[in-house]
């Protein structure tokens, strides 16, 4: 059983990934150029200084990354009304501090956005900490947020959880067991790919599979 939870947020204990692949889709189109939601939804969970070159190349980023990270904030903005979160999403919360774990969450999103994500499950009254994409130079698939999480949990034995292949590489660059959710739409084998040691289909069966680890270890 690990002393620290690394908990992604967006599809993973909120509904939200394809309200960001909807406003990628109108954000894009804005700029004149249209992508195919698809594509776009393969690269959510990605954060967004990476995810313009990724979907759409380096010239796009180059002619307006900038805009069209501003247009994607708008579009979700219009959004945002329809984001829940899972319905096990505290219960996970709550069973992980039950259990004497530090919990942190970390997110590529920042600002008003990421707040009110975070007030879907009370995120703040359960978190050891908080980390987001504007706290480091690189989100994810980078591991600075994983890193960041790590140090301000104090903590060299943790586990990410994650919903997306950008959670998962990012945990294998930082070193840290990942567990994937299929909340976010990923298959079991792209998470697997990614480098999931476990994959779930839900919050619930992850407290259980944890809960599991901890029963084994003793």
Same mark, same amino acid.
């Given at each position: ?8 947020? @967006?599809?993973?204990?909120? @509904?939200?990934? =394809?309200?960001?692949?909807? /406003?990628? =889709?109108?954000?894009? &189109? &804005? ?7 698809? $594509?776009?939804?393969? !690269? ?18 180059? @002619? =307006?990354?900038?805009?069209? &990270?501003?247009? $994607? ?42 707040? $009110?994500?975070?007030?879907?499950? @009370?995120? &703040?009254? =359960?978190?050891? !900490?908080? #980390? ?20 301000? /949990?104090?903590?060299?034995?943790? #586990? ?15 070193? #840290? ?9 990923? %298959? ?8 999931? %040691? ?5 919050? %619930? ?14």
């Amino acid at each position: 059983m690990p002393d620290t939870a690394i908990l992604d947020v @967006d599809g993973t204990l909120v @509904d939200s990934n =394809y309200q960001h692949a909807l /406003a990628w =889709y109108r954000a894009f &189109r &804005r700029m004149g150029t249209t992508l195919p939601v698809w $594509h776009l939804h393969r !690269a959510v969970g990605m954060g967004g200084d990476q995810l313009v070159t990724h979907v759409a190349g380096e010239q796009a980023e180059a @002619d =307006y990354g900038d805009a069209v &990270r501003a247009a $994607h904030g708008e579009e979700f903005d219009a959004l945002i009304g329809e984001v829940a979160a899972f319905p096990d999403a505290e219960a996970l919360l709550v069973g992980l501090r039950e259990d004497g774990l530090r919990i942190v969450l970390a997110t590529s999103g920042s600002g008003e956005q990421s707040e $009110h994500l975070l007030g879907l499950v @009370d995120g &703040r009254r =359960y978190a050891h !900490a908080v #980390v987001t994409s504007g706290d480091v130079e690189a989100s994810k698939p980078a591991p600075d947020l994983v890193e960041l999480a790590l140090e301000q /949990a104090g903590s060299d034995d943790a #586990v990410l959880v994650g919903d997306s292949v950008w959670d998962g590489r990012s945990g294998v660059r930082a070193g #840290v067991p990942f567990l994937a959710v299929r909340t976010g739409g990923f %298959s079991d084998d792209e998470l697997t790919e990614a480098g999931a %040691s476990h994959v779930v289909q839900s919050l %619930s069966e992850l407290l259980e599979l944890l809960r599991g680890q901890g029963r084994s270890a003793a």
